[in-house]
């Protein structure tokens, strides 16, 4: 009986921890300074946004320019006209058409035909894609940009900056970039599945 009552007693004794530095009788510090831990987020970090070359530009807005002049022909071949008879109301199409076709494509892709071909993707400051309300923006004044003629003011006006940027880019605070490469692996959601 005594022999039990040892044995509760030994288990009943609060154990105490003792580090291997203080059996030896050394006494161990910690000196690194302990601070909260990082949480990651589904948000990526910022990135630098590099602007596209002019001249990656001027060929994605030639062919941006062949399909619309394709579109407009359609029309006027469907409207039975020939290119002799255009028109102011012809001239009239040929400007919404234009507005159209890069106001959608860069609202919904942030890139137009001719930039997809070429790798480039239009980016708000943040790094985020081009909206619609930024789409619409920069092309309102792709007009302007044309003056005098074939994108002289906006050309100049890129020349100028240090982005590369036109009119429209300015009033948007867009910049037309390299499209970035997809991760084909790219990592899991953390909490999707928890």
């Known amino acids: 009986?005594?022999?039990?009552?040892?044995?509760?007693?030994?288990?009943?004794?609060?154990?105490?921890?003792?580090s291997p530095g203080a059996i030896l009788g050394l006494e161990l510090k910690d000196t690194h300074t302990h601070t909260d831990p990082t949480i990651e987020t589904l948000r990526t970090p910022p990135v630098k946004i590099t602007p596209a070359s002019l001249a990656r530009r001027a060929i994605a807005n030639a062919l941006d320019s062949l399909i619309i002049t394709l579109l407009w022909l359609t029309v006027v071949l469907v409207q039975q006209l020939s290119p002799s008879q255009f028109s102011a109301a012809n001239e009239g199409y040929l400007m919404v058409t234009t507005f159209v076709y890069f106001f959608v494509l860069e609202g919904?892709?942030?890139?137009?035909?001719?930039?997809?071909?070429?790798?480039?993707?239009?980016?708000?400051?943040?790094?985020?894609?081009?909206?619609?309300?930024s789409s619409f923006l920069r092309n309102v004044f792709r007009f302007v940009d044309w003056f005098p003629f074939l994108y002289i003011l906006g050309l100049a006006?890129?020349?100028?900056?240090?982005d590369r940027l036109r009119l429209g880019d300015r009033f948007a605070r867009t910049i037309v970039t390299p499209s970035s490469k997809?991760?084909?692996?790219?990592?899991?959601?953390?909490?999707?599945?928890h």
């Open 108 to 133: 919904l892709f942030a890139s137009t035909i001719g930039k997809r071909l070429l790798h480039l993707s239009v980016v708000d400051r943040s790094g985020d894609p081009c909206n619609f309300t």
């Open 182 to 193: 997809k991760d084909i692996n790219p990592p899991p959601a953390p909490f999707l599945f």
């Open 1 to 18: 009986m005594q022999t039990d009552y040892s044995i509760r007693t030994e288990i009943q004794q609060p154990m105490t921890y003792q």
């Open 157 to 162: 006006l890129a020349l100028t900056s240090n």
